[in-house]
């Protein structure tokens, strides 16, 4: 049995943040099949799994960026805390300016360590997950390697993931070391789902080597 | 003349519930030993990356406690101390490979960090490689931190498997150990709710509690009741890492 130490104060002092930025495809392809409705969803599922953690819903800090429309990229309101988290909801149409979006990700996630940095507060490595259903209708290759380059330099882990059959994912996988997964069967939910947990994962890894992520089963195509 | 000065050293280790959802035993390890006045403790966090972090954390702690406490039977001059530790750190380091090895790992398996102290009755020091803190504290409150180390993220850090790890040991000098005085190793998890906001001392809502109890409680009792405060489920909400408190107080 264990015996109870009265009044113990248990309280978290260490205000460390887990930032994340969501790149997602609005362009007019989306519309097809739902794809755009099934991804508003899903941003509804993550706002309740990273509200329903304690750990998360205080650690983690997110920020959507889309693109779509006339070659224009978006960034959807201020980063803010994941307890505070209210997904916007987005429209389709238009062209796939990738490269662009992913460049003012990595601008985002650097101007956003800077911040956090002068305030004094730690935070774990940010996460850029890229989603897309086609291919980048702007000049992607220099962000690419930038993207690469910047993985390789422990700055940030980018996911890129392609949704449904007409995703190039050779291009995707231009902007991870990891390579591109594809969405199976548009499980939305489920991939967010498992980003929510992927954050804690975050949190909990230990050291600079590749940051483990949990299985991807739940919603990846299996490769054959 | 005053009688020595006597330690109370209480130690407990919870796994985070990253660990217990998965059902992996806690990679944190402690040990420590009391001769006399003098005081060697030490507490490892095996790496979550490594396979075999628990093994690297438990070996390394035992290792360093044990031969530190052979060499420091007398007190050491500060440049001695710091050559001791490093030596005692790398000689647990060598052992650990040929460990490794026999099993066909690479020492990476059985990556850790380490965070000690040694304190006789002519001195006392922190030694420290990555991330965990250690605090002194004497009788008026003022402390003395050793903090993490860490990359530029909150989740990077060093470990006595690298091979540059003793450009990143440090040793801090703390005062001659006096009565009230108290000792506080701890690994990452145990962190966000035993210092405090300016991470520059404990968290006395935490730490004072449990310290008034210490003063009067028997060892074990007193180590399970440690235990009872890490393995509590309010640290869920803060931490899912696992979590080790060594306190040492000096009455």
């Known amino acids: 049995m264990s015996l109870a130490i009265p009044d113990v104060a248990l309280i978290d002092n260490s205000d460390e943040r887990a930032p994340l930025v969501l790149v997602l495809d609005c362009s007019g392809s989306m519309l097809e099949e739902n794809k755009v409705g099934l991804l508003n969803d899903g941003l509804k599922t993550l706002e309740a799994e990273l509200k329903n953690d304690p750990i998360t819903a205080r650690c983690g800090r997110v920020l959507v960026i889309s693109f779509g429309g006339d070659n224009n990229v978006e960034i959807m309101g201020d980063w803010t805390d994941a307890m505070d988290f209210t997904p916007p909801a987005l429209m389709a149409g238009g062209l796939t300016p990738l490269g662009t979006a992913m460049k003012c990700a990595l601008d985002e996630v650097e101007s956003q360590k800077a911040q956090m940095r002068s305030a004094g507060v730690s935070y774990k490595r940010p996460i850029i997950m890229l989603l897309s259903d086609g291919e980048p209708t702007d000049d992607w290759r220099p962000v690419a390697a930038d993207c690469k380059n910047a993985e390789s330099a422990h700055k940030v882990n980018v996911m890129a993931i392609g949704i449904g059959e007409q995703a190039n994912g050779q291009i995707l996988g231009a902007f991870s070391n990891k390579g591109a997964l594809n969405l199976n069967g548009l499980k939305f939910k489920e991939l967010f789902i498992w980003l929510s947990r992927s954050i804690q994962a975050v949190s909990r890894a230990t050291s600079g080597t590749t940051v483990q992520l949990n299985p991807v089963d739940s919603w990846a195509q299996v490769q054959t | ?251």
């Open chain 2, 1 to 251: 003349m005053a009688a020595p000065l006597h330690w109370q050293v209480f130690l407990a280790s919870a796994a985070g519930s990253h660990h217990l959802e998965s059902a992996a035993p806690c990679q944190d390890a402690g040990h420590y030993l009391v001769a006399g006045t003098t005081l060697v403790g030490v507490v490892c966090d095996g790496a979550g990356s490594a396979s075999h972090g628990r093994e690297g954390a438990d070996f390394v702690a035992r290792s360093i406690a044990q031969w530190l406490h052979e060499t420091a039977a007398d007190a050491l001059a500060a440049p001695v101390a710091s050559q001791t530790i490093a030596a005692v750190l790398e000689r647990a380091r060598g052992q650990l490979e040929a460990l490794a090895l026999a099993g066909a790992r690479s020492l990476r398996d059985y990556a850790c960090t380490v965070v000690g102290c040694l304190a006789t009755a002519g001195n006392a020091f922190f030694f420290h490689l990555g991330d965990g803190y250690a605090v002194y504290r004497d009788a008026s409150g003022a402390c003395t931190v050793s903090p993490p180390e860490n990359g530029e993220f909150a989740d990077q850090t060093y470990f006595l498997s690298e091979a540059g790890w003793m450009q990143h040991l440090r040793v801090t000098i703390l005062p001659v150990p006096q009565r009230g005085c108290l000792i506080g190793l701890m690994s990452d998890g145990t962190a966000p709710f035993a210092i405090n906001r300016r991470r520059d001392g404990f968290f006395a809502p935490f730490i004072d509690p449990v310290v008034n109890y210490l003063r009067t409680a028997a060892p074990d009792e007193g180590a399970r009741a440690l235990l009872g405060v890490l393995a509590d489920e309010k640290t869920f909400a803060i931490t899912a890492d696992d979590k080790t408190l060594l306190l040492a107080l000096a009455a």
